[in-house]
Structure formats: C-alpha cells, structure tokens
C-alpha cells in the first residue's frame, strides 16, 4: 500500500513538474513573440539574412522607412538642442538681472568702477558732450566725460605751485623751488631792486636764517641788504615772521651794527623799530653805539640812547 501511495505520489509530482515546463514554455514562448514584435515595429533596421530576403518593393518600403526614422530623431535632437538654449537664455538673463541688483541696491563693489563708469558714461554721453570743467591743478578745458581721468592723470604729471601758481611737469618741481634758492639769482634781483621777484623768494621759504648769500663776508641775507642799502627790499623781509635780527657774519656784526658802522640812518632805526638788540657786541667789543660815535652820528647816537635806551658803559671810546 505504502508503495503504491508513494508511486502515486511521484506521479503527481511529475504531472506538477510537466505542467510548470509547460507553463514556462509558453511564457518564453510568448515574450519571444513580444519581442520579436518589439524589435519589428520599433526598430526598423533588419539583419543582414532578413535584408536579403526582402523584395524590392520591400526594400523601398524598409529605405524610406529608415528616412522617416531618421528624420524623427533629428527632430527629437533639434527639439533637445532648442530646450538647451532656452535653459541657458533663461539662466543667463536670471544671472544678468542679479547682477544688476547688486550693482543699484548693494553699493559699489571694488571691482565694478570701470563697468559703472561704462554705465555712466552711456548714459550722459549726448547731455555732456559739450559740457567743460576748468582743472583745478592746470586751469585746462576738460570735457566733462574725461575730468575724472584726467584729474587722476594731472595731479600726478602736474604741479601747480601753490605760491606762484605756475604750471608745470611734475619733474620740474625741485628745479622750480632752486630757481628762487639760487643766490646769484637773488643777488641779481636784489641789485636790481627787482621787488617782486624778491617777494616770490620769500615766499617760496628761502632759508633767510641758515642760507649764507655772500659767502665772502659771510652775510646772510639781512646783511646782504643792509650792505647794499636796500631799504625797500629789507622792509619786505621783516614784514615776514620769525627772521633772526641777531645774525652774525664773518666779522661777528649783527645787522645793526653794520648799519650803524655805514652809517645807514633808515635802515638802522628800521632795524632798531623791529627790536634789534641795541647793546650787541662783536668779538673786537664793537656795538652799534660805538660805530655811531666814530662816525658821528649825533642824531642817531642820541637815538640808540634815549629812545632805545643803549648802555653807554657797554662802549668803548
Ligand atoms: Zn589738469
Ligand atoms: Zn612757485
């Protein structure tokens, strides 16, 4: 009995196993088809052995079949390449409208003058055409559009002196000030009684305290014009602050006493009026007293002692 349950057992299993290879034959049998139809109906391109079974009115059909296939994926490739430039117009614009926000609402970045300028300079070019400005630093005619550059350009090629406001290339600057050091240049103008010229040395801060003009005698400039009576020309120089009255020169004289020693009257009380020191003595014990004396100068002997009170006992006789 056991056999037989065990026979009839295995005949089922076996009609189980026949069945499922069966089922499984037709389901590979049947995506077969679908394939074989897929490849068909959406591939048009045919193998070899298939071509060369064809007729020729077949091979037509299958020729223009291939066109209408290929002109599909042009298509499709043409349409791709359009949603392509769409995409990059848009994000371009969008990139670009940023920009422009950060420039009008955000400030102005350290990189972005030139592009502003360019902006600027668009913008105002027809109402500025004709619009000039006067430089400040070379008194030019600049076009309105160029004084920015130039101004930038022309305080660093010009210089405009700002005592005698001439103009001039900037390497020219040390020279223009020498000009107005040089002492042959003031001894001339000084000769000449050339005021204007002798102003502008002043002005342009000659050194009256340090510069020796006559190195000969050793004669500052104070000196230098009271030795040559040059009574306009010393006004115009104690006009100025801070000159030292109580220079020396070679012979240990101050200003005064040289005056007094030529016996220069004006130019002593001059002196005298700015506070020169009346009881200066040199090496040798001379004082603007004692040279009055020698020459005698009642008048201004008299003078040196009453109005300006000058030790008698400080000269010799
Ligand atoms: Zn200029
Ligand atoms: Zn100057």
């Not at 079949?65 to 490739?77: A, C, D, F, G, Y």
């Not at 223009?176 to 342009?204: G, S």
Request: aromatic share 10%; hydrophobic share 30%.
């Amino acid at each position: 009995m056991e056999k037989n349950e065990n026979n009839n057992n295995l005949n089922n299993y076996e009609e189980e196993e026949d069945d499922f290879a069966k089922s499984l034959e037709k389901d590979l049998e049947e995506s077969t088809k679908l394939y074989i139809n897929n490849i068909t109906t959406n591939s048009p391109y045919k193998s070899d052995t298939e071509l060369l079974l064809l007729s020729k009115e077949e091979i037509i059909t299958y020729k223009n079949l291939i066109i209408t296939s290929l002109n599909t994926k042009i298509q499709q490739l043409t349409k791709e390449n359009e949603m392509l430039l769409t995409n990059y117009k848009q994000t371009t614009d969008a990139l670009l409208s940023k920009l422009k926000d950060n420039y009008s609402n955000k400030g102005i970045r350290p990189e972005t003058p030139s592009l502003i300028k360019n902006v600027f300079n668009n913008n105002n070019k027809i109402s500025n055409k004709n619009n000039y400005q006067i430089c400040n630093n070379c008194n030019k005619k600049i076009l309105e559009d160029n004084y920015f550059e130039h101004s930038l350009l022309c305080l660093r090629k010009i210089f405009k002196c700002s005592v005698c406001e001439n103009i001039m290339p900037f390497e020219e600057k040390n020279n223009h000030f020498l000009y107005f050091y040089n002492k042959k240049n003031i001894i001339n103008w000084i000769n000449t009684k050339n005021t204007k010229f002798f102003n502008l040395v002043l002005l342009h801060n000659f050194d009256v305290n340090n510069e020796i003009i006559d190195e000969e005698k050793k004669n500052y400039l104070i000196h230098f014009l009271v030795n040559n009576n040059a009574i306009n020309l010393l006004e115009i120089l104690l006009s100025y602050k801070n000159i030292n009255l109580e220079l020396r020169n070679k012979n240990d004289y101050t200003p005064l006493m040289l005056s007094c020693k030529l016996n220069y009257e004006q130019i002593s009380l001059l002196l005298l009026n700015k506070g020169a020191d009346v009881n200066a003595k040199n090496i040798l014990g001379d004082s603007p007293l004692r040279f009055c004396q020698l020459n005698k100068n009642e008048k201004l002997s008299f003078i040196l002692i009453n109005k300006y009170k000058c030790k008698i006992s400080n000269s010799k006789f």
